[in-house]
């Protein structure tokens, strides 16, 4: 089963469930104040092959990368 992001509405708590897929855009009860005020979040994703990327959010630099020169994403 896929993992849904959401955030709270009420409190701003993000956290993450388990559920199926006909379900994720169902309310979700908030972890922390169970409130059923949430909305699911966009996950972002990336993926590479040899150090090249061929898919991602978007983004314009790696999350991973702490330097300048990133060897893995070639920014």
């Known amino acids: ?3 849904y992001e959401y955030v709270c509405l ?3 708590n993000q956290f993450e ?3 199926p897929m006909k379900d ?3 309310p ?4 922390k104040c169970e409130s059923l005020h949430t909305s699911r979040m966009l996950s972002l994703f990336f993926a590479s092959s040899g150090g090249k ?3 991602s959010s978007g983004a314009s630099n790696c999350a ?3 330097s300048r ?5 070639g920014r």
């Open 53 to 55: 990327a061929i898919a």
């Open 10 to 12: 009420d409190c701003q």
């Open 28 to 31: 979700a009860v908030c972890s």
């Open 69 to 73: 020169s990133c060897s893995t994403c």
């Open 64 to 66: 991973a990368c702490t």
């Open 1 to 3: 089963m896929p993992i």
């Open 17 to 19: 469930q388990v559920r």
């Open 24 to 26: 994720a855009d169902a």
